[in-house]
């Protein structure tokens, strides 16, 4: 029989893949709480209309990257392939209306069909945040920062750049539109197939194309910053200043680059987005390892009172490319091994185990020790293998006991390191004192 594989774009994440992907969530969550952001959850799938009506039809998500099926009741539901629009349905129908400014975090896979590569994957998985009720550039550079600040702990260096553009407000965005579309329709048959479909859709993501044909027309296209509102450029102003202050005082950690063709690929953007892009190579050609921006008109576009937001989402398969291999101090680790010789009854061991499981970790919810413990029992084999492999396994100490020990009520415990051993009677492993003197947990 062939051996069955995971589907195309999809991948496990295995034991040892997860500890580094738990440490990313886990610092991500670190950082939602320092900056008051409440972790939450929504679900895995939503109807279709969601995403579609948030993400806007023309979208390259919405157009070709759904997981689109109907369910049995021929409701029409997409496997979701980001937080925001969950998350504002969420903010609707949940009626958090009242308990603004909101700042929300969410983490969890997200499915896309794109042709699978390096770091672009069907199921992946991304760290979001979301910050609701905010309209102030205050908010932009604090959430932008943070950001930052979390790639920088998390890389062990200040490796990325924020990309930073905006697209204005409405009144900014309507006049641009059309200046470039003026500006692109008598070139229209040197544009790309791809170009040529979004003029009539969606031109402001022409700006985005790859092609190098659509890029030779670009060139002398007009500049969105010539388009601004006085409103839309005071705000982008403040942002980049704000910024620029913050990194002369050392608290800005990355590079900073404003880039006018930025323009993200999602319909419900509105002022300021941004990306961070990895330049050092270890990404391959997905460079973008974190995006976000405003989206002030999605809440009302959703069915809401208007409502400003920002925020933005990491891809955690692409966090894990950037993250140093050795991250952060390594947590002191006890691995006790319990070893049973046959003529031990089993009920014995059982015992031992059960408890120490449960002393030890109430022992470590109680006091402020930093430990991992692991108790586990070794049931089969001779001794000597049994031996073996736990100090293969990396156990610091192995409980021994036979049916002599089991007449005396004593058990030996030797330490994997040293080799020395300590017989001691089962009162030892009932009391915190003694767990933590006898397997030196200071
Ligand atoms: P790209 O231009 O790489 O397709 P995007 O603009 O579609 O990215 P967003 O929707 O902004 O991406 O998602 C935010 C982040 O989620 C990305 O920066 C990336 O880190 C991650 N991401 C998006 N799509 C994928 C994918 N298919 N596989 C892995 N990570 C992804
Ligand atoms: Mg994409």
Redesign the pocket.
């Known amino acids: 029989m062939t051996t069955l594989q995971p589907v195309r774009g999809t991948h496990d994440l295995l034991p040892q893949q997860y500890g580094k992907f738990q440490r990313i969530v886990q610092l991500a969550r670190a950082f939602a709480q320092i900056g008051g952001f409440e972790e939450m959850d929504v679900p895995m799938f939503e109807a279709t209309e969601v995403f579609a009506r948030a993400m806007g039809e023309s979208s390259?998500?919405v157009s070709k990257e759904m997981f689109t099926f109907h369910t049995k009741g021929e409701e029409s539901v997409t496997l979701r392939p980001e937080f925001t629009a969950g998350a504002v349905r969420a903010f609707l129908s949940g009626g958090l209306q009242q308990h603004l400014p909101l700042k929300l975090f969410m983490h969890g896979p997200a499915f896309?069909y794109?042709r699978p590569q390096k770091g672009r994957q069907r199921q992946f998985h991304q760290v979001d945040f979301e910050w609701l009720g905010d309209a102030s550039p205050e908010a932009d550079v604090e959430i932008i920062t943070l950001a930052a600040q979390f790639l920088s702990v998390l890389s062990g260096k200040d490796s990325c750049t924020l990309l930073i553009n905006t697209l204005g407000d409405a009144q900014s965005r309507a006049a641009y539109k059309e200046a470039l579309v003026a500006y692109l329709l008598p070139q229209r048959a040197g544009l790309s197939a791809d170009s040529q479909r979004r003029l009539d859709v969606n031109p402001l993501r022409i700006l985005d194309s790859k092609s190098a044909e659509d890029q030779e027309i670009l060139k002398a296209a007009p500049s969105m910053q010539d388009y601004l509102s006085d409103s839309a450029a005071r705000h982008f102003a403040c942002v980049q200043s704000a910024l620029s202050h913050l990194q002369k005082e050392g608290a800005f950690p990355q590079r900073m680059r404003v880039s006018p063709t930025l323009v993200r690929?999602l319909d419900y953007y509105t002022g300021v987005v941004f990306e961070y892009i990895s330049e050092a190579g270890e990404l391959g050609a997905q460079n973008t390892v974190l995006a976000g921006g405003r989206y002030d008109g999605l809440v009302a576009q959703m069915g809401g009172k208007p409502t400003p937001a920002i925020g933005f989402a990491a891809g955690i398969e692409r966090l894990m490319l950037l993250m140093e291999e050795k991250h952060g101090e390594p947590v002191p680790r006890t691995h006790i091994v319990i070893l049973p010789l046959e003529d031990v009854p089993s009920e014995w061991a059982l015992l031992l185990a059960s408890l120490l499981r449960f002393n030890i970790r109430e022992l470590l919810d109680k006091s402020a020790l930093k430990r991992r413990c692991t108790v586990e029992v070794y049931w089969s084999g001779s001794l000597t293998k049994r031996l073996s492999k736990a100090a293969q396994r990396g156990a610091t100490h192995a409980i021994v006991f036979g049916g002599e020990e089991y007449q005396n009520k004593t058990f030996k415990v030797r330490d994997m390191q040293t080799r020395q051993e300590e017989v001691t009677g089962f009162e030892a492993f009932t009391d915190n004192r003694k767990i933590r003197s006898l397997f030196g947990m200071h």
């Open positions: 390259d998500v896309r794109e690929g």
